[in-house]
């Protein structure tokens, strides 16, 4: 009984059967764990590395929308005086020869300052005539009209204005109804 457990002398490499499936088993459960904590790490590497091109592209368009609107409030500031000029304009008489100088030097200001404007991008809003949209107009008044649609901008009381297409100032409107 002795002689069970020792070694073949021919073969001194060979183990006792029992001792060999139990390395074997061990060393395929460490091989699937180690497998398993491969998995896990590289799912790590994987969702770090779209985290970090989601920040990327965050800070990408966070950098963009403050190029884009970077201007908006001088913008919005300088909407003031382009309404000045224009309501200057408004109520000045044109067949009036001793303020026609002055007219003309602020229809070419106001020019300037269109042209200025819509090289930042900048747009007017005139509305006049198209169905009220609550998103880029602010409705003053309401007056009953059977020339229009209802739901129409009668008349504008001060333009609205985009930035880069988002609202920098909603235009000031009246809005028919039915009569």
Excluded: C, W
Aim: proline share 6%; charged share 30%.
């Amino acid at each position: 009984m002795a002689d069970e457990h020792k070694l073949d002398p021919q073969n001194p490499e060979a183990e006792v059967p029992g001792e060999a499936e139990s390395a074997g088993d061990d060393l395929a459960q460490r091989v699937q764990a180690l497998e398993e904590q491969l998995a896990a790490a590289q799912d790590q590497a994987l969702r770090a590395a779209a985290e970090l091109h989601n920040v990327r592209r965050r800070a990408e368009q966070d950098v963009e929308k403050a190029h884009k609107f970077a201007l908006e409030k001088f913008a919005a500031d300088l909407l003031m005086v382009v309404d000045s000029l224009e309501r200057g304009l408004e109520l000045s008489d044109p067949a009036d020869e001793a303020i026609r100088p002055m007219r003309e030097g602020m229809e070419l200001t106001l020019k300037a300052f269109h042209d200025t404007l819509k090289r930042y991008q900048v747009e007017a809003l005139d509305p006049h005539g198209e169905p009220f949209n609550p998103e880029q107009h602010q409705a003053m008044a309401m007056q009953p009209s059977d020339t229009v649609e209802p739901g129409s901008v009668l008349k504008v009381f001060q333009k609205g204005y985009l930035l880069n297409g988002r609202l920098l100032r909603p235009a000031m409107v009246v809005v028919s109804k039915a009569e």
